[in-house]
């Protein structure tokens, strides 16, 4: 991620946030506030009440955004919302991850601590890839998808819009797996899986029968 002179607005102010803000900071970027309810210790930055608050300071200031929230489909729709608006959302990635130069990374996409992203991986926009998952070569990653700490794409793996990749679990090569899927931890997925199930263990299997 190049060092810019603009700095950031972050939509969310829960723990995936302050991940998304010390990802920032660390890169030397300057976050001028966050947005939205917060939680445990307070904040170093402004916190302001809520997300039209901030997409208005985005909007005046010529500011960079990040959405940090973990439900799937609102940061998908909070993500298109601001490219609607015709705002900034440059995808963020850690300094201490790996992404190919030959991969795609959608706007508003978060590649977190020592994850790797490999050549020819196409990731659409307001994904997470979280701290120490493998997104491998060829994989492709629908709109707002998290891949949880320490999950694993291997290559050719698909994965449709809003899916949970749980931590720790494993798609294997070449697996498709549908929209709106939450894939349990530490589950391995050997076979194909369609959209809106609930798969969990070794192999995985649907929750309540068969995938």
């Keep these: 991620m190049a060092t810019t002179s603009r700095g950031w607005v972050v939509l969310g102010a829960g723990g995936h946030a302050r991940s998304v803000v010390?990802?920032?900071?660390?890169?030397?970027?300057?976050?001028?506030?966050?947005?939205?309810?917060?939680?445990?210790q307070p904040w170093h930055v402004d916190v302001l009440a809520d997300d039209t608050e901030a997409l208005a300071l985005a909007e005046r200031d010529g500011l960079?955004?990040?959405?940090a929230v973990g439900a799937n489909a609102a940061r998908a729709r909070l993500v298109a919302d601001?490219?609607?608006?015709g705002l900034s959302a440059p995808p963020v990635v850690a300094s201490t991850a790996t992404v190919s130069p030959r991969s795609r990374l959608g706007a508003g996409t978060v590649v977190l601590e020592h994850a790797h992203v490999g050549p020819a991986a196409d990731l659409g926009d307001a994904v997470i890839v979280n701290t120490a998952?493998?997104?491998?070569?060829?994989?492709?990653v629908g709109v707002g998808v998290h891949v949880?700490?320490?999950?694993?794409l291997l290559?050719?793996?698909s994965v449709g819009d809003a899916t949970l990749v749980g931590s720790g679990a494993r798609v294997l090569p070449g697996v498709g797996v549908g929209a709106r899927v939450t894939i349990g931890s530490g589950a391995v997925v050997t076979s194909p899986v369609s959209d809106g199930q609930t798969v969990v263990g070794v192999p995985a299997t649907r929750r309540g029968g068969s995938a």
């Design 82 to 85: 601001l490219l609607a608006r």
């Design 133 to 140: 998952a493998v997104v491998e070569h060829d994989c492709v």
């Design 64 to 67: 960079h955004t990040c959405v």
């Design 155 to 157: 290559g050719a793996a």
């Design 148 to 152: 949880a700490p320490g999950a694993v």
């Design 22 to 40: 010390d990802v920032l900071e660390r890169a030397g970027q300057s976050v001028v506030a966050v947005s939205g309810l917060t939680g445990g």
